[in-house]
């Protein structure tokens, strides 16, 4: 067939304009590299002539189209949590894309995300070495070069208590005493790894907890577990607690964080995402989220962070 720069020719009786992956890097915008790697990775639609990678513009432009109109909803998986629940709500009632959001745990949004399944995934994942929140989980997850953290907010985990506390319950060690029952959070959940850490810290066997293998699949699952008296007692935020009006005991200061693919980072729709942290109705509305605080929200968090 020759060359196959700048040619064209008829297929079935239909014009087909036939693209190198240099001229579609200009067509494009986008570096010569980029457009290898995406029909590597099969995202960019080509053929193969004459050992050499080609591709239609008719499927090229198909692609652009489906690509724009997949790019106005957006799916971020992760984490549980209200205020990012206020945020989303926010953003679909005020822009034409939709956000959905899928609450799967911290670790399960990470395995999305990394499946390109997801758009941004939410975390909040203790660094169980350091003993402290870092970037960690992302070398361990994922491909590290190829995404960006922001940080979003940070909030108060500890123990939601039964009103009055009946029990007792002054800390970790007090879940190990008799006839205390406790919800667990679902595994693969942040929350779920933070009360493994601290019970290792207070060196509490997970069997000398009961209810250890009792799941609830969100803050709020676990609080109303706890406010119905199913349990004593579950470690979750303290937005929450403060919503069911239940006793809470401070444990922990989180950060949650906002994990995006660096090619998606600096789309129309992620800067309209991040701008409502900034806008003046959700920063009215979050006076009412107890147990929040957006210090530094918005920052690009570090390797090393």
Wanted: aromatic share 10%; hydrophobic share 40%; net charge neutral.
């Amino acid at each position: 067939m020759g060359a196959v720069a700048n040619r064209a020719f008829f297929r079935y009786n239909h014009y087909v304009e036939i693209l190198s992956a240099k001229e579609l890097s200009k067509y494009l915008k986008i570096n010569e590299k980029k457009i290898y790697k995406l029909a590597q990775e099969g995202t960019l639609p080509h053929v193969k002539i004459g050992g050499k990678i080609a591709f239609a513009k008719e499927l090229i432009d198909k692609w652009i189209l489906e690509n724009t109109e997949r790019e106005k909803h957006v799916l971020i998986a992760g984490s549980d949590d209200p205020l990012l629940r206020q945020v989303i709500d926010l953003f679909n009632g005020r822009n034409e894309g939709v956000i959905y959001y899928a609450p799967v745990g911290s670790i399960n949004g990470l395995r999305l995300l990394e499946a390109k399944a997801a758009n941004m995934s939410c975390v909040h994942m203790l660094d169980l070495e350091k003993k402290s929140y870092t970037l960690s989980y992302i070398a361990r997850y994922l491909s590290k070069d190829d995404y960006r953290a922001l940080q979003l907010f940070y909030r108060t985990q500890g123990l939601m208590l039964r009103k009055d506390n009946p029990k007792g319950i002054r800390s970790i060690k007090d879940l190990s005493n008799k006839g205390v029952v406790f919800m667990n959070r679902n595994q693969g959940s942040g929350t779920r790894l933070l009360f493994d850490f601290l019970l290792r810290e207070q060196s509490v066997a997970q069997s000398a907890v009961s209810g250890y293998g009792n799941e609830a699949a969100s803050h709020m699952e676990a609080g109303i577990a706890v406010l119905k008296g199913e349990a004593d007692a579950a470690l979750g935020i303290e937005h929450t607690a403060h919503i069911l009006d239940l006793d809470f005991i401070p444990l922990f200061e989180e950060r949650f964080d906002l994990v995006i693919p660096i090619d998606y980072f600096h789309t129309a729709q992620v800067k309209t995402f991040l701008s409502l942290f900034e806008h003046p109705s959700l920063l009215h509305h979050i006076r009412d989220f107890t147990g929040y605080d957006l210090k530094n929200t918005g920052s690009i968090l570090e390797a090393d962070a």
